[in-house]
């Protein structure tokens, strides 16, 4: 089963603007995991926000985090044709759980 | 450092065929995950192991068996594929457990089953 889903599953935009793309999951948490993937790879660890943080910054990135309403947004500002990739979100559990549990992810084209 | 390194990177077995995918990190990391990704499923656990000589099942295990001899291998394994376990595999490891860290990420394993 998904614990997280992301809205939405594509997005297209010109190079220069901002993309926000959305993940929401259904049980509580550890920490939200954003990692992006190029056509033909692996994925590739972006940010990593912990349950009680509500926004962290990474160069480009921002990302926030609403427990209350179970979701997180990934902001990518000034996109670049590189940023062309799928994102995905991956739900940390709380609890003893171990399992890292992705979405299904969100396609970014950016177009120059 | 190499990283995370699978192989092979693609391979075609017939149904019923036997294989093992084997995975290999250099960065003396405790925990080692194995995923498939499918169209529009993501990417879903099928093992995992948090230390050597240790394995756990996943979201998807059925029809895959693992061993973690060594620190720095984990060995992923169909016994009898079926056209069902076409996927890109990838394997993963973490320094702690995903309660705290991030995963590394091998390139995948494209696999065919006809």
């Known amino acids: 089963s998904q614990q997280g889903e992301e809205d939405p599953q594509a997005l297209s935009i010109q190079e220069g603007e901002n993309a926000t793309m959305n993940c929401s999951y259904k049980?509580?948490?550890?920490?939200l995991q954003w990692y992006r993937q190029n056509s033909g790879r692996g994925l590739v660890h972006l940010i990593l926000i912990r349950s009680n943080e509500r926004e962290k910054h990474s160069g480009r990135l921002r990302v926030t985090l609403d427990t209350s309403k179970k979701s997180s947004s990934l902001l990518i500002t000034a996109s670049r044709a590189a940023d062309t990739a799928s994102y995905f979100c991956a739900t940390g559990p709380s609890g003893s759980a171990r399992q890292l549990t992705f979405g299904s992810g969100t396609q970014l084209t950016v177009l120059p | 450092n190499a990283g995370v390194t699978q192989t092979p990177k693609f391979r075609v077995l017939k149904t019923g065929q036997s294989m093992t995918l084997l995975c290999a990190q250099d960065?003396?990391?405790?925990?080692m995950y194995w995923y498939r990704q499918d169209p529009g499923m993501g990417l879903r656990l099928i093992h995992y192991s948090v230390g050597e000589g240790t394995t756990a099942k996943g979201e998807v295990p059925d029809g895959y068996n693992v061993s973690r001899l060594k620190k720095q291998n984990f060995l992923l394994g169909l016994e009898s594929a079926a056209p069902s376990q076409t996927s890109v595999y990838f394997c993963a490891s973490s320094y702690q457990g995903v309660q705290a860290g991030e995963l590394f990420f091998g390139e995948g394993s494209r696999l065919t089953v006809l």
């Open positions: 049980t509580s948490i550890n920490n």
């Open positions: 960065m003396n990391h405790e925990y």
